[in-house]
């Protein structure tokens, strides 16, 4: 094709493919198939290539770059960037309402709600209506230029929607990582032997502050814009009217947002969404509330710290004292060692909580918690237990500073600790806790799937000396198992029949279950694929490691070292012997760019199980959704594809038909992957 055609064609396509990421990513409303959209972006990236002088940084495929060789450029706000006052009960909305009505000189005023979300502060900045640049809040005036990571959320637009307005736009919002979307990324760091995030929050700011930006587009983040700073020159009269301009020119603003009629009207929003919100897939910790007449912003005007127009109102954490009994440390499958608060037990928005993790030695120092403590605890995210801060007046005198151990509290060996890292490790791989650990993991329902074979069984094959490797489990059999307490005839005829149906397990769930460190479920299934078997896999260099899809340094050196180990070596000859198919699995390997055409109904397609399926457990229908290429998520929205039900599927079953999305029963799903077959 020649160059002006080209070049029109690029354009078309353009338009379409960030039309339809808007659609998708911001509306939760698709108007195509993910097969369609992947053409249009694959053919763009065949054009671009022909003819790399119409590359344009707004283009669709620019949006993740390369690393940054040094840190994050400081950056300017051209405005203050302030922050919000807090508000902790309705009363002081109250008193918020009194000042606004005073300094404004008139009655009742009308003021408009948003929910707050609990993310990093950021600002955008368009010209002509192309994104050119984004700044964290930093310290209010300078901030750090995060452009290149912000550019992979693909709910922000790279250009806005026409007629965009011209000149200069600068817009403020909050970046945010969604519920599933940090659920799985703890996952994965579980399973890679990484310290976990306490909450989306941290995991938010984190990951838009790393240097590489194909990191930080696998972490999923999203983005919500609330305030239009600068418009092109044009002036808004409310705060509604300029979301709403936002919203029309394909920025996300938060659907949930309402203006009140005064303050009674404000407080009664802020109550409503008091218990209303556990149902968001994001986190919110209150509510901002802003007059509406922009003309009074300026009327009202700031303070040193915060503007007198707005302010935040906090829904109260629910927050109980207890006392921490003494810190303990848990030692992972992969060495970390990691401090335990271990709690009287006290109940924590409705359940009881007796542990706490408490991360790290930097954050035991930082809040300074010692074994006597009475300590505020509540439940980060609602769902974590985590120790708030320490009630200093009640600390016994005996009560002494906490110190990491510097060796191994379970096998003594002398602990190690990187210095690009915040862990301390075990370096003995033949720690005891490591191999509970390892063992526990081995037999998870994602990796080789063993039911039965649960902490208290691992407990006793250990103490007993068993087990003392991940093979040995292949060579127990039904009287040894027997002989365990409370074990009995059936319950070891049923382990035994488990470990013989985890022989079948495929090898990208045995490579999941080895534990390599930074190596998760997805990776281990990509790092199978692309070479077709384990053997080719261990006879893989860096460089070819690193050519797999979202294979990075770290992870290829991590792959690399583990089967460069002697005993790594020894180990999967052992299991070879014992008759894992695994070792015998050969396809073609799954080269990047390889064609889809012919693929299989559920490739591509998101899809959710519920309710209860007869003929495979739900483990064994998420692994053959995933062998045909489809993921598996746990809720249902706009985006999913399709649902699979069972007997008794609830909610999910009437939310998807209400949604219009596709819906199967448990044997049109069978008829769709072929029947029922050994994993």
Not at 405 to 416: A, D, F, K, Q, S
Request: contains cysteine; glycine residues 8%; charged residues 30%.
């Amino acid at each position: 094709m020649d160059r002006k055609k080209a070049a029109s064609r690029i354009d078309v396509l353009r338009g379409q493919i960030l039309h339809h990421q808007w659609r998708y990513y911001t509306l939760n409303d698709p108007e195509i198939s993910d097969v369609e959209y992947d053409r249009m972006e694959a053919e763009l990236r065949r054009l671009e290539e022909e003819h790399p002088e119409l590359v344009t940084p707004d283009s669709p495929t620019q949006r993740v770059g390369g690393k940054l060789d040094g840190g994050l450029p400081e950056v300017p706000h051209p405005e203050p960037m302030l922050s919000l006052d807090n508000s902790y009960d309705l009363e002081d909305l109250e008193e918020f309402n009194a000042r606004v009505v005073k300094l404004a000189g008139v009655g009742e005023v009308d003021y408009l709600t948003e929910l707050k979300i609990d993310g990093l502060g950021v600002s955008l900045r368009y010209v002509d209506g192309v994104f050119v640049q984004g700044v964290t809040r930093g310290d209010g005036r300078v901030g750090e230029d995060v452009t290149a990571n912000l550019r992979t959320i693909l709910s922000l637009p790279l250009r806005l929607h026409d007629p965009a307005p011209r000149g200069d736009v600068l817009v403020r919002g909050e970046v945010f990582l969604p519920r599933e979307a940090f659920r799985r990324m703890n996952e994965a760091r579980e399973a890679e032997g990484q310290p976990l995030f306490a909450n989306p929050r941290n995991a938010a700011a984190g990951s838009i502050r790393l240097l590489d930006p194909a990191e930080t587009a696998r972490r999923g983040l999203d983005i919500f814009l609330y305030t239009a700073a600068a418009w092109g020159g044009r002036r808004f009269a409310t705060q509604q009217e300029a979301l709403a301009a936002m919203a029309d020119a394909g920025l996300k603003v938060n659907e949930h947002r309402q203006v009140c009629r005064g303050i009674a009207g404000v407080k009664a929003w802020c109550d409503s969404w008091s218990g209303r919100r556990a149902g968001l897939d994001y986190d919110t910790d209150g509510v901002v509330v802003k007059v509406n007449r922009l003309d009074l912003w300026e009327t009202l005007g700031v303070t040193a710290k915060f503007p007198r127009y707005a302010i935040s109102y906090k829904f109260p954490a629910e927050q109980v004292t207890t006392r921490v009994r003494e810190i303990t440390i848990q030692v992972g499958r992969t060495g970390t060692l990691t401090p335990v608060a271990e709690l009287e037990p006290v109940l924590v928005s409705g359940s009881t909580v007796s542990r706490a993790t408490l991360h790290n030695e930097e954050e035991v120092r930082r809040k300074d918690v010692r074994a006597g403590d009475t300590v505020f605890v509540e439940k980060g995210g609602e769902v974590i237990p985590k120790v708030v801060k320490v009630v200093q007046g009640k600390r016994p005198p005996e009560a002494k500073p906490f110190t990491m151990p510097l060796e191994c509290p379970v096998c003594g060996t002398t602990v190690v600790r990187e210095p690009e890292e915040v862990a301390s490790r075990c370096p003995n791989v033949s720690c005891p806790a490591r191999i509970r650990e390892s063992l526990r993991h081995f037999a998870g329902r994602t990796a080789m799937r063993i039911e039965g074979l649960g902490p208290a069984v691992i407990d006793q094959l250990l103490a007993r000396g068993l087990v003392k490797n991940l093979d040995d489990l292949y060579r127990l059999d039904r009287e040894t198992l027997a002989g365990l307490e409370r074990m009995g005839e059936k319950s070891a005829e049923n382990l035994v029949a488990e470990l013989e149906a985890s022989r079948q397990r495929p090898a990208a769930a045995h490579l999941f279950a080895l534990g390599v460190r930074h190596v998760g479920e997805r990776t281990a299934r990509q790092l199978v694929e692309a070479f077709g078997s384990l053997d080719a896999l261990a006879a893989a260099d860096v460089e070819a490691l690193e050519a797999v899809p979202e294979v990075g340094p770290v992870v290829a050196r991590s792959v690399r070292a583990f089967f460069d180990d002697p005993g790594t070596a020894a180990m999967l000859r052992r299991f070879r012997e014992a008759g894992l198919a695994a070792y015998t699995e050969r396809h073609e390997p799954r080269l990047p760019g390889a064609d889809d055409e012919g693929a299989h109904p559920l490739s591509g397609k998101k899809v959710v199980l519920t309710g209860t399926l007869t003929t495979m457990a739900r483990a064994e229908a998420k692994e053959r959704i995933e062998q045909f290429g489809g993921r598996v998520v746990s809720s249902v929205s706009g985006k999913t594809d399709l649902v699979v039900y069972g007997s008794d599927p609830g909610s999910k079953l009437d939310k998807a038909r209400s949604l219009g999305v596709s819906t199967v029963d448990e044997q049109a799903f069978i008829e769709m992957i072929g029947g029922k077959e050994s994993a």
